[in-house]
């Protein structure tokens, strides 16, 4: 499925030259001439990212985001910009967006921007769909050999053992079961666990304390014990009760 794109700049060569870019690239892209038009764009369409110019006429970039993040809140934000301030950046940085570029932007960044942004937009999707449909989910697992794993209590039993998990144990290990045998990456289950997004480099470190505190709990349980599998360079995945 094409991701929808709105490309948001009072010049028409900037406008026309990323949209441009972006429709060679595959995705479907609109275009606005201002941030009054942006906003009604969004307030009508579904759009996962948009690209929006900061020094505008009437509404300006940081006025569009505040706007976009109260109507389509799950849309991701690149703000671009030729006046580059410090001050700028940590507005932009407090209303969440997903990157910051500096005018000329090459074509090479803004579609390595543009595929993150897209890819967190995805992640973040994911975890909305995921939290919306906890109350139908399954939120106690009976094992083979008797063990509880009740996840709403963050608890697990067996026999007369009980072990509990904190709220990142808990939903961590959620996500793994209710997705038995999926890989999922590291960069996914820090934003699905701890709620944002972070490098390729640096998620693995984030993960690996609290994926080995989960383990030594699940590993006083047979049938729980090693079902947390490490996949190489990817992320880690739940194999099932044994």
Do not use: W
């Not at 929006?52 to 706007?67: A, H, I, S, T």
């Not at 500096?102 to 595929?115: D, N």
């Not at 067996?158 to 038995?180: D, Q, V």
Request: glycine letters at 6%; hydrophobic letters at 35%.
């Amino acid at each position: 499925m094409k991701s929808n794109i709105l490309v948001v700049d009072d010049e028409p060569v900037a406008r026309q030259s990323l949209t441009d870019i972006l429709k060679l690239e595959g995705y479907t892209v609109a275009s606005a001439p201002n941030g009054q038009a942006a906003v009604e764009f969004v307030r009508t369409h579904n759009v996962d990212l948009m690209i929006v110019d900061l020094k505008m006429p009437g509404m300006d970039g940081l006025e569009v985001v505040q706007v976009v993040n109260q109507v389509s809140p799950e849309t991701e934000v690149i703000l671009l910009t030729a006046y580059g301030s410090t001050e700028t950046a940590i507005q932009a940085l407090r209303l969440r967006i997903h990157d910051y570029l500096l005018k000329p932007a090459s074509p090479a960044q803004i579609l390595s921007t543009v595929k993150k942004g897209l890819s967190r937009r995805s992640s973040k999707s994911r975890l909305n769909h995921m939290s919306s449909v906890d109350d139908g989910g399954q939120e106690v697992y009976s094992l083979k050999d008797g063990t509880t794993v009740d996840l709403s209590r963050r608890q697990i039993k067996f026999k007369s053992k009980i072990e509990h998990l904190t709220p990142a144990e808990g939903r961590l290990l959620k996500i793994l079961m209710e997705n038995k045998g999926k890989v999922f990456s590291h960069r996914e289950l820090v934003l699905l666990v701890q709620g944002y997004d972070t490098s390729q480099q640096e998620a693995p470190e984030i993960l690996r304390p609290l994926v080995s505190r989960l383990r030594h709990k699940l590993d006083q349980f047979p049938s729980l014990s090693e079902q947390v599998v490490s996949v190489r360079g990817t992320g880690y995945l739940y194999e099932g009760d044994k």
